[in-house]
């Protein structure tokens, strides 16, 4: 993964952008695992983290290459491995807890 993923933003509520390889991406992350959120193994609805995922390219006509609400409303075939890394790392890295 090293260097693929960028992160631009961090509102410290969950929103989070950035880019990956020539897209752009926004996610929203919850706390905890969720009935609605992507399951980080399979992609599908349920048990994961991510509840909100939008990938675009870059360019200036920005075309959605992936989309998640609660739930698929657009994924292109060509960009499933970029979903699952960018799926991975959001729920590694922001499942982190600091310890006092």
């Keep these: ?3 693929r993923i960028n992160v631009f933003q ?3 509520h969950g929103l989070i952008e950035g ?3 020539h897209c752009r991406w926004f996610a929203l992350v919850q706390p905890e695992p969720t009935s609605f959120g992507i399951n980080p193994r399979t992609l599908l609805k349920g048990g994961g983290r991510v509840s909100r995922l939008c990938i675009y390219t870059g360019s200036a006509n920005k075309e959605i290459v992936a989309e998640y609400s609660r739930g698929w ?3 292109k075939y060509n960009y499933i491995e970029m979903v699952e890394e960018l799926v991975y790392y959001l ?3 922001y ?3 600091i310890v006092k």
């Design 1 to 3: 993964m090293g260097g």
């Design 10 to 12: 961090n509102s410290g």
């Design 19 to 21: 880019r990956i390889l």
């Design 73 to 75: 409303v657009s994924l």
């Design 91 to 93: 729920e590694r890295r």
């Design 95 to 97: 499942s982190l807890r």
